[in-house]
């Protein structure tokens, strides 16, 4: 009997084991399907996180407080702007491409050169969803006292503004020495692969008059 009971009671705990672990794995399914959906929505994205972080910053002026977690997360995110604007492989160390000034690699400038497309650091998407997660972050935490450290705030804001300067100072020279624009826009485009079905029946019609 008691043989049987204590198979019953490591049965049932197995049992209920396996439960939260189907649960908690279906959730990250469903959190990992949610993502995926949203990769291509990248304005609505970035909607998302921009209201997130004005819902931080307006309760940081409501509450007048929690200044250590602002600045915290001032300088998280810019951690993660400057990765978002450095090449993946950097000029400076690229063992590929040799410069003939001895001045340090560039990325190719002439149509005869190797095509090398610029690789982010951070790619967008991870930079919106670290940006996404530390600003929820934040915001969950200015609902608990203890983070609330009494600092003088205008020094604070005076440092991260040097901070900022400095470094995007810094990173503005490394583009133009190695002459790479991170951005976009005024970049050119080129079509689809997918055709009209006019241009298809003309491909068509051609081949058929060919033969």
């Keep these: 009997m008691m043989n049987e009971d204590s ?3 490591s049965t049932s705990s197995s049992s209920g084991g396996g439960g939260v672990k189907k649960f908690f794995l279906r959730l990250s399914q469903t959190y990992q399907s949610t993502l995926d959906r949203s990769t291509p929505h990248t304005r609505m994205r970035w909607v998302f996180a921009g209201f997130l972080l004005f819902l931080f910053v307006l309760r940081i002026f409501i509450y007048q ?9 001032g300088i998280y995110h810019l951690n ?11 000029p400076e160390f690229d063992p590929y491409s040799v410069d003939d000034e001895d001045e340090g690699p560039n990325l190719p400038t002439h149509s005869n050169e190797e095509f090398r497309p610029f690789i982010r650091r951070l790619p967008e998407f991870k930079f919106w969803l ?3 997660k530390s600003t929820a972050i934040g915001l969950f935490c200015t609902f ?5 450290v009494p600092v003088f705030w205008p020094i604070l804001v005076m440092y991260f503004i040097t901070l900022f300067c400095i470094t995007m100072k810094r990173q503005i020279k490394h583009m133009i020495k190695y002459k790479y624009l991170p ?8 079509q689809r692969v997918n055709q009209p079905a006019g241009a298809s029946s003309n491909v068509g019609g051609g081949a058929g008059n060919s033969k």
């Design 130 to 132: 670290s940006v996404a």
């Design 144 to 148: 608990f006292d203890f983070f609330n």
């Design 7 to 9: 198979g019953t009671a």
């Design 183 to 190: 951005f976009t826009r005024n970049k050119p485009r080129y």
């Design 65 to 73: 407080g929690w200044y250590i977690v602002c600045y915290a997360l």
């Design 80 to 90: 993660l702007f400057i990765a978002f604007l450095t090449p993946k492989i950097d």
